[in-house]
């Protein structure tokens, strides 16, 4: 994602179908997340280096979500696949 539109830069780097590394920073803020997807569940994993109040990384096993899909619906991925994937994980972790 173009950091000029929002403030916020997205990177996403996948290593494997199944697995997503995200990295979001500003110019104040930078946090990381991955996700590695399973048959029946997904690991997500959250780091905020700026949040004092928990600074420790967040690990969450969820059962997969009905109609979930990481896969990016371009090739190569876009900045639109990128940013659906950041938006699906938020809604996963502040679900759960």
């Known amino acids: 994602m173009d950091p000029g539109a929002t403030g916020l830069a997205v990177k996403v780097s996948r290593p494997a179908p199944e697995v997503a590394i995200i990295e979001t920073s500003s110019s104040v803020h930078w946090e990381c997340f991955w996700i590695a ?18 600074p420790e990384p967040r690990v969450q096993v969820i059962n997969k979500p009905y109609g979930w899909d990481m896969q990016p619906a371009s090739d190569p991925p876009s900045a639109g696949d990128d940013e659906d994937l950041l938006v699906q994980v938020w809604q996963l972790l502040s679900s759960n």
């Open 37 to 54: 997807e399973g048959d029946h569940t997904l690991v997500v994993g959250a780091f905020d280096r700026g949040d004092k109040s928990s």
